[in-house]
């Protein structure tokens, strides 16, 4: 399967949460967990602040750390390129949890440990993932990674997370904006 | 595996959008909410559900939710109930309107209906009873518009009614968009309006954010400009000065399409007050720079098209006519009326379909008293015959309406009290009787667009409510038939059939409509006044001189000047209330609907915002616990310590379910504890218009 990049627009998210809402509502996790946020930082001075509502999940990166961290190969990279968590191998270590640069991936009381699936299900049906079809102000897209490139009045923001780790995120902002 | 069901329904707020929804359902379980995965275009854009929307999920068994009838056992408001049969819950409801039909005294109840669970044009709520109050006699109503009255009352004046406005889709048009008072990132007021404001700046438009509060519209925003509540006409005739003196005004535009600019160029000149409307002058007044108000005033008057975007926020004020006045005056002067990109700057809506609701039957009301400040009169023993009964549907009243406390000691002047609501509201804890309904998940409905588009949508009964819950329409049949008028109510239909009827007088596809869920208008996107700008001959306004006009006489009557002046507004005597308070809607919530739902208050948690130097200098850090007091009223709640919102005003969402502590202080954090009771000069609301001192609590 093509690669694929998520992009997310930090010029049109207003931090409205949809996506963290819906993917809640999806995934029906325990009390606490969440395989989507949205970071909020509010910086600056009155009357010039500055606020950035940063959305992260799982980015399925390429050289995945918690794959490499996991001693029981219970993090796989499924047909799709997507990084699964196969349940019944973990042993709730937590390493995956201590490897994931972006906090990602989260641990319970109880049960293995549990992150964004990518919406596999849904991208087998060909729709897009859960968050993006969710966002009011299309602010996240789930784009074919080769043929991309950033669109007119928007930079890349390279501020937030190591980019060594391959992550299959985008981040954009307008030029001259804020960064995380 | 069980079969998945995926069923069409839309979300019925009273929001200012309308949004499709799938409800995900197995083996009869709501297992997730969705959306359709439709084509979406920059022009045609999918109508996606906001947060609210999708977490239906936890809405639908929220702790607060009703499941049987219920019949207070111990004081009002305590909360104790016991569950009762339908059956005893009706007979006990017939009897009482029995006994008022037969001493002809229709007129002590009072029916007070809202927006809450129910909001659209089908047969649920408001509609089935109001269709029921018109078969059994002449009752006391509530009447008002609680959202944008003075924005109303404006455009009655100056352009003899409301025009339907352009539809959304136009803004991609416009160069520069000033969205005063306007948050439509978090209202949601007309589906997708922020997606085409952030689309026109990627086209290159500029967006400036005008608001006490840097809202998460701001990020929509290249400029936000911070001003004091209640002085936006002063802000907006200050530009009109600066547009006058400098020559900007598109006096073409002013000679043919309006008529009255003279007394209005008097009053920014100085002619009657010696005081010349300048930005220096309305700096003080504004707390904008006059830099800035010059800056503002040199572009909006120049750059075309231009948009001037009123929210409602600016009219909610003790004279909020003279907002909403000096907006349309304004966008007059800048010549971008009529314009596609544009806009007369007045309500901002264009209207729904046309769909009938359920007709009504022989009886009017007797009488009726404002909704906005029904309980004054009521304390005051104005309203004679007194009340004898309340029935309220949909409507968590005492809380949506200002000064809580207030409308509750006015409900308990009231002998018996009986509430409709999926929840037990704070509305619902002061009844006497209050009966489960089923929320839109759970009944079959038509529903329209809120008042932006033009669509039709069929709800579908997507699961089973819980326990005995039924429809509005259900109960008002059976009691209905017990009074008597049973068969003139129902018509002998259930209501599928009302549906396919009520459908049968339109011209929609029904079965293409009960498929797809939904209906949309297709066609050019419309532009406001863009024939009146063309031809204002040949297509004249409902005023009496046909033009926009300016100047109203009738404002005199009311104590308003002729034209759209700035009217200061005095703060309480004393000093013992610093801090202006706005209320303005939460993106979490639709009025009081949805302060139930556990998800939404965790993506927003109700606090107060307060600006930091403010905090500092009472000594607040953040997420302290603080007391909000004002004349009326205190509330407890969370201080949001932040660097967006203006020194001198603070804000606290409204919403928020009223909830007293055993001090009597509310600590839910209800906005109207707050609010009072005053009106506008011709009897708005006036929620933003509230002084308040804030300081830190033990608690």
Known sequence: MTPHLYVIDLGRCTGCRTCEVACRDRAHLGEGLAWLRVETTEAGQYPHPRVVHRVVHCFHCAQAPCIAACPTEALVRDALGLVQVVGERCVRCGACVEACPFGAIALGDEGPATKCDGCADELAQGWEPTCVRACPMRALRYVEEPAWAPPPRRVLDESFGPQAVGPAVRYLKRPGAEGG | ?699
């Open chain 2, 1 to 699: 595996m069980s079969p998945i069901e995926r069923i069409p329904f839309t979300c019925t707020l009273d929001c200012g959008s309308r949004c499709e929804l799938v409800a995900v359902v197995e083996d009869g379980r709501l297992v997730r909410i969705d959306t359709p995965p439709r084509e979406d275009s920059p022009e045609r854009p999918r109508l996606i559900p906001c947060v609210r929307g999708r977490a239906h999920r936890a809405l639908v068994n929220a702790r607060e939710r009703v499941g049987t009838p219920l019949k207070r056992i111990g004081p009002r408001g305590s909360g104790r109930f016991a569950p009762i049969p339908w059956e005893e819950a009706l007979d006990e409801i017939a009897g009482r309107l029995q006994e008022l039909a037969t001493r002809q005294a229709h007129r002590a109840l009072l029916h007070i209906t809202g927006a809450g669970a129910i909001s659209g044009r089908g047969f649920s709520g408001a509609s089935a009873s109001h269709r029921f109050f018109s078969f059994w006699g002449p009752v006391t109503v509530t009447v008002g518009n609680m959202s944008n009255h003075c924005a109303g009352v404006a455009a009655q004046w100056m352009l003899g009614g409301q025009v339907p406005s352009s539809d959304r889709a136009t803004l991609l048009d416009a160069r520069l968009i000033l969205l005063w008072g306007n948050n439509p990132a978090e209202t949601h007021m007309a589906p997708n309006t922020a997606h085409f404001i952030a689309g026109a700046r990627d086209r290159g438009a500029r967006v400036i954010l005008i608001d006490p509060r840097y809202t998460d519209s701001a990020i929509l925003a290249d400029e936000w400009v911070p001003i004091r509540p209640g002085t936006d006409a002063a802000l907006a005739a200050a530009m009109a000065y600066v547009m006058e003196t400098e020559g900007l005004v598109d006096r073409a535009f002013l000679e043919t399409h309006t008529l009255g600019y003279a007394p209005y160029r008097d009053y920014l000149l100085g002619a009657r007050d010696g005081q010349p409307k300048t930005p220096q002058w309305a700096e003080a007044i504004t707390g904008v720079s006059a830099e800035t108000t010059t800056r503002l005033a040199r572009e909006y008057a120049t750059v075309k098209p231009a948009c001037l975007l009123p929210g409602w926020g600016p009219q909610r004020t003790l004279y909020g006519e003279q907002a909403a006045r000096a907006f349309i005056t304004l966008a007059c002067m800048s010549g971008n009326v009529g314009l596609r990109g544009g806009g007369v700057a007045s309500v901002g809506m264009r209207g729904g379909p046309s769909l009938a609701g359920l007709p009504r039957g022989p009886w009017g009301p007797a009488r009726s008293l404002s909704a906005v400040s029904w309980a004054a009169e009521v304390l005051a023993g104005r309203v004679r015959p007194p009340l004898e009964m309340a029935y309220i549907v949909a409507s968590n009243v005492i809380n949506r309406t200002p000064n809580t406390l207030a409308n509750i000691a006015a409900l308990e002047r009231i002998g018996y009290v009986v509430v409709h609501d999926p929840y037990l509201t704070p509305t619902a804890l002061y009844a006497d009787l209050v009966l489960p309904i089923r929320t839109d998940l759970e009944r079959t409905d038509l529903v329209t667009s809120w008042g932006h588009d033009q669509h039709l949508f069929y709800s579908a009964q997507a699961i089973s409510p819980p326990d005995e819950a039924q429809t509005d329409y259900w109960i008002f049949s059976r009691l209905a038939e017990r009074l008597g008028f049973g068969r003139a109510y129902t018509q002998g239909r259930d209501e599928a059939t009302w549906v396919d009827a009520l459908l049968a007088q339109t011209a929609f596809d029904r079965e293409a409509l009960k498929r797809e869920g939904l209906l949309r208008w297709e066609g050019e996107p419309r532009v406001e006044l863009a024939d009146f700008r063309a031809d204002p001959q040949a297509h004249p306004l409902d005023t009496p001189s046909g033009r926009i006009e300016l100047a109203n006489p009738q404002a005199t009557l009311y104590g308003l000047p002729i034209v759209a002046e700035y009217v200061p507004i005095a703060p309480p005597a004393g000093g013992r209330y610093p801090l202006q308070l706005i209320t303005p809607h939460s993106e979490v919530r639709s009025n009081s609907c949805l302060a139930a739902n556990p998800w939404l208050q965790e993506v927003e948690p109700q606090e107060i915002w307060i600006n930091r130097l403010d905090a500092e200098a009472r000594g607040i850090s953040p997420r302290d616990w603080v007391e909000v007091t004002s004349p009326t009223g205190t509330v407890r709640v969370r201080a949001k310590v932040t660097e967006r919102i203006m020194p001198g005003v603070v804000c606290l969402p409204e919403g928020a379910w009223f909830r007293p502590g055993a001090d009597g202080v509310d600590e839910g954090g209800c906005a109207n504890v707050l609010t009072s009771l005053q009106t506008t000069p011709t009897g708005g609301v006036a929620t933003h218009t509230a002084w308040v001192e804030v300081k830190r609590s033990a608690r």
